[in-house]
T-cell receptor, first 113, second 112 residues
């Protein structure tokens, strides 16, 4: 069983759809993250949760809505997205206070038509 | 100016070659530094931390120059399996946020 699992691995949605990305970590970590990776761009931090509390929202548009029901699960709810939101969305986890090692899931590749 | 800047490459090298990647960062107060590796269509994984005194892990050597705000990664005796994108990563804690900042990555292709 992999440490950080993301579903779905691929998602195609129209601009009016509502969908959700799911992330689950089995590493006992207490911090979880959403990153966006677009072609030829660096990973962009979107949201950080520590002990289920959101500690960072990196100026992300409201059409992305995170949810962290417990330290092991993280969701990203998607609504009225734009084609430029097409990217690889990576979930990661770590120990809260960690200064370096993040454990990433394999990502959810999103295409917005 | 990009916070973490890397040459995107690609670096095409033959097996057995030595190759070096460089990275510069803009925040002089950055605290910790790392190299991550990302294989094609896979997630990033930590390769090694970078310490001020320089550190080595097998064929990989990482160096940090704080005065110049510069990090390097040297790979000796390149293997085909080293082909990947290498991400320079910096940890900052000075602006009220604790977060890793990633470079765009340098792509390495090792050829037989």
């Amino acid at each position: 069983e992999t440490g950080v699992t993301q579903t779905p691995r691929h998602l195609v949605m129209g601009m009016t759809n509502k969908k959700s990305l799911k992330c689950e970590q089995h590493l006992g970590h207490n911090a979880m993250y959403w990153y966006k990776q677009s072609a030829k761009k660096p990973l962009e931090l979107m949201f950080v949760y520590n002990f289920k509390e959101q500690t960072e929202n990196n100026s992300v548009p409201s059409r992305f809505s995170p949810e962290c029901p417990n330290s092991s699960h993280l969701f990203l709810h998607l609504h009225t997205l734009q084609p430029e939101d097409s990217a690889l969305y990576l979930c990661a986890s770590s120990w809260s206070g960690s200064t370096g090692e993040l454990f990433f899931g394999e990502g959810s590749r999103l295409t917005v038509l | 100016r990009k916070e973490v800047e890397q040459d995107p490459g690609p670096f095409n090298v033959p097996e057995g070659a030595t190759v070096a990647f460089n990275c510069t960062y803009s925040n002089s107060a950055s605290q910790s530094f790392f190299w991550y590796r990302q294989d094609c269509r896979k997630e990033p994984k930590l390769l090694m931390s970078v310490y001020s005194s320089g550190n080595e892990d097998g064929r990989f050597t990482a160096q940090l120059n704080r005065a110049s705000q510069y990090i390097s990664l040297l790979i000796r005796d390149s293997k085909l399996s080293d082909s990947a994108t290498y991400l320079c990563v910096v940890f900052d804690m000075d602006t009220g946020r604790r977060a890793l900042t990633f470079g765009s990555g340098t792509r390495l292709q090792v050829q037989p």
